[in-house]
C-alpha cells in the first residue's frame, strides 16, 4: 500500500481572534446551505446529507456551487447564504489547497452566524482538524466520511453517508445528539 504524504500549505501563525461555533437549537423545518467546492462526487456527498436531513427533520436544502475549489467562495455568494440559510455543510475537505479554501469557507460562514459542518474525507480529517485550528476555529465539526470520494462511481460516493455521518453533521450543526432533535 503506497503511504501518502499531506504538507500543509497554511502558515503555523496562532490567530489573535478566535471564531465563535455558532449552532442552531433544531434542524427541525429550517433551511440548510450546502456548498460544494466542485471537487468530483463533493455534490453527491452533499446529496445524501440533504436527503438524510429532509427525512430526518424536514429542512429546505440549498445549493451553492464554487466553481473553483482551490480558492474562497466570493463575498456576494457567502452573504447570501447567511442571508438565506441558518446553516451550511461545506464539502469537500479531501485535497490539501481545497480542504484548506473550504476551511476558510466554513470560518467565513461562521462569522456571519450560520452553524457550520465540513465534509471531510477520512485521509484530509485531521489535516482539516489542524488548518481549522491554525485559523482559530477549532471548534467548528467535521462529518468525515471514508477516502476516496473522486474517482469513484457518483452512486458509490454518495452511499458513502451513513446514519453516522448525519449524526456527525447534526452534533456540528446543534450541539445535540440526533435523537434529541429528530422528527
Not at 471531510?120 to 471514508?146: C, M, N, P, T
Not at 452534533?171 to 432533535?181: C, R, S, W
Request: some cysteine; overall charge neutral; glycine content about 10%.
Amino acid at each position: 500500500m503506497e503511504q501518502m504524504v499531506i504538507v500543509n500549505p497554511t502558515s503555523g501563525e496562532i490567530p489573535l481572534r478566535r471564531t465563535q461555533r455558532a449552532m442552531v437549537a433544531s434542524l427541525q423545518g429550517k433551511t440548510i446551505g450546502f456548498l460544494t467546492n466542485s471537487k468530483m462526487n463533493g455534490d453527491k456527498i452533499l446529496e445524501g446529507v440533504a436527503e438524510g436531513l429532509v427525512a430526518r427533520f424536514g429542512i429546505t436544502p440549498r445549493l451553492y456551487v464554487k466553481r473553483v475549489p482551490s480558492i474562497g467562495a466570493g463575498e456576494a455568494m457567502l452573504d447570501e447564504i447567511a442571508r438565506d440559510c441558518v446553516a451550511a455543510v461545506v464539502a469537500m475537505l479531501d485535497c490539501g489547497s481545497c480542504a484548506s479554501w473550504a476551511c476558510a469557507d466554513m470560518v467565513e460562514l461562521s462569522q456571519r452566524g450560520l452553524a457550520v459542518c465540513g465534509m471531510a474525507s477520512d485521509q484530509f480529517d485531521a489535516f482539516s482538524r489542524q488548518v481549522l485550528a491554525i485559523k482559530g476555529a477549532d471548534d467548528l465539526g467535521l462529518s468525515v466520511v471514508e477516502h476516496p470520494v473522486g474517482g469513484i462511481p457518483p452512486e458509490a460516493a454518495k452511499a458513502k453517508v451513513v446514519a453516522a455521518t448525519l449524526d456527525q453533521v447534526v452534533l456540528a450543526l446543534t450541539g445535540q445528539g440526533p435523537k434529541a432533535v429528530a422528527r
